[in-house]
């Protein structure tokens, strides 16, 4: 069965300095993960996927995701973090069948401290 | 585009009261879902459907209905709500390509108190 697991739930990181926000899966076949993030009282926004192809993808806002098949990862990054990047960002990978729907991990809370 | 809406964004019931939750989509995607959000959770899907008049279970589906008799809205009722109901709900539509979907994109939410 397939699972998404965000072993961090709260990430702090000062303005300017690099973020990362770490994803691990679960998944038989080839793996379809998604980044999303969602601000307060908000529904959750798409930031990235990984399909085929490179393995780092750049998304929405300046961030990008790094896919490493051999550990199972697919971590989230920024160069440089902003105030306004603190939200709480989740990771969801396809289902394996049927209508491929998404699961998706806990969430991690990040702050990014001015 | 509107995108998906929700309505109502928020809403109050008392334990044994019925309601639903309206979802609507304007990008004619075939695929869409209902999930509720849980404090360290995550998202866990309730009912999803791949077309009108298509519908399937989720994850947590015992105590809610869906209907999709249009491409554009799906619905969900809860038949008698219990203080376990009591959650964020988004739903959410994806396009689908030779019957794989896509990323989701989702409405801004229903927060629902069951008293």
């Known amino acids: 069965a397939q699972s998404v697991a965000q072993p961090e739930d709260q990430v702090n990181v000062a303005e300017g300095n690099p973020l990362t926000v770490k994803c691990t899966y679960s998944?038989?076949?080839?793996?379809?993960l998604f980044w999303y993030v969602q601000y307060p009282n908000r529904g959750l926004q798409f930031l990235l996927k990984?399909?085929?192809?490179?393995?780092l993808v750049k998304g929405s806002y300046g961030f990008e995701a790094e896919f490493n098949k051999s550990q199972t990862s697919f971590h989230l990054k920024k160069p440089s973090a902003l105030v306004s990047d603190s939200a709480l960002y989740f990771c969801?990978?396809?289902?394996?069948?049927?209508?491929?729907?998404?699961?998706f991990g806990t969430g991690t809370r990040l702050t990014v401290i001015p | 585009n509107a995108g998906v809406t929700q309505t109502p964004k928020f809403q109050v019931l008392k334990t044994g009261q019925s309601m639903t939750l309206q979802c609507a989509q304007d990008?004619?995607?075939?695929?869409m879902s209902w999930y509720r959000q849980d404090p360290g959770m995550g998202l866990r899907l309730i009912h999803y459907?791949?077309?009108?008049?298509?519908?399937d279970q989720g994850e947590v589906p015992n105590g809610y209905n869906v209907s999709r008799s249009t491409t554009e809205d799906f619905p969900l009722r809860l038949l008698s709500a219990a203080p376990s109901q009591t959650s964020v709900y988004f739903c959410?539509?994806?396009?689908?390509?030779?019957?794989?979907?896509?990323?989701?994109?989702f409405g801004p939410g229903t927060r629902l108190t069951v008293t």
């Open positions: 998944v038989s076949g080839n793996p379809y």
């Open positions: 969801a990978v396809r289902g394996e069948t049927g209508a491929n729907n998404l699961f």
């Open positions: 959410a539509s994806s396009y689908t390509d030779r019957g794989l979907t896509y990323e989701q994109y």
């Open positions: 990008m004619n995607h075939e695929y």
């Open positions: 459907s791949v077309g009108a008049g298509i519908t």
């Open positions: 990984y399909i085929t192809g490179d393995n």
